[in-house]
């Protein structure tokens, strides 16, 4: 059986956090693990996290970063320490569990269909499913999303949902090997660098994803996300746009691969 390691960005989510439901999804599948990423927090959530570790050792890892980094860095840092050994696939999910986690065992069988390489959660509001947004956050990430998918020249639906599951590769472990350049919107920085690391075309790459529309999800109250970051997510495209699609993306290529831009060497 496939094992898979779920990254979990954790920044005061002490009172948000529901320990009974991870170490459930943990009972339900012995091949499952969860990296917890305390990100500075000031709160109880690293006791909160303790306690869910001494209940599961086995299945449960902790890092914890002492002053608070940002969720993209949080991630970043996570998926290094899974991509180290084990999994045969890693990903991240919210802490507040807007997406249930009944929703990894749906990700990994598209992972094992042919040619998946990754999964991504999608908030698509269809008949029969349970997406509860409000209307606002909706449709200012309906602008933000149309934005990513020109910058990236991709048609992706939803690049910020917090539900991504990949297949364990060399080339993840380059995406996720230098610290991003945006913050909020580092999902797309994330998308834009596997063309850059496999040496191949946007669309060549993105025919190996699938967007999946989940069943549920809910926006949680508490969530760290305010009105102003859709302000930050406007002025981080244009950083991106910058590395991505002007001359500074030759030594942002160099960046990411590791090139020596004096000796021009790995």
């Not at 986690?101 to 598209?110: H, P, S, T």
């Not at 209307?135 to 149309?146: C, D, K, Q, S, W």
């Amino acid at each position: 059986m496939r094992k898979t390691g779920i990254i979990v960005p954790c920044y005061n989510e002490s009172k948000r956090i529901n320990p009974n439901a991870f170490l459930c999804a943990l009972e339900k599948d012995l091949n499952l693990f969860f990296i917890f990423v305390n990100d500075g927090s000031t709160d109880e959530t690293l006791n909160v996290l303790k306690s869910i570790k001494e209940k599961n050792p086995a299945q449960v890892e902790i890092l914890s970063i002492e002053k608070n980094t940002g969720k993209a860095e949080a991630v970043r840092r996570g998926m290094l320490k899974a991509l180290e050994g084990r999994f045969d696939n890693v990903g991240y999910w919210d802490a507040d569990l807007s997406t249930p986690l009944d929703a990894i065992e749906v990700f990994c069988r598209l992972l094992d269909s042919a040619d998946v390489e990754i999964v991504i959660g999608s908030r698509v509001r269809l008949l029969g499913r349970k997406i509860e947004r409000r209307a606002m956050r909706h449709y200012l990430g309906r602008v933000f999303a149309t934005c990513a998918s020109m910058l990236l020249n991709i048609s992706v639906y939803d690049t910020q949902c917090g539900a991504k599951i990949f297949r364990n590769s060399p080339s993840l472990r380059q995406v996720f090997g230098k610290p991003f350049k945006v913050k909020w919107t580092f999902d797309v920085e994330m998308l834009a660098r596997f063309p850059i690391v496999m040496g191949v075309s946007p669309s060549e790459i993105s025919s190996r994803w699938v967007e999946h529309p989940l069943d549920e999800w809910v926006d949680v109250k508490g969530s760290n996300i305010k009105g102003k970051d859709f302000i930050k997510g406007g002025i981080e495209i244009g950083i991106l746009y910058f590395y991505l699609c002007t001359p500074a993306r030759k030594a942002y290529e160099k960046y990411l691969l590791g090139i020596d831009p004096e000796k021009n060497v790995f």
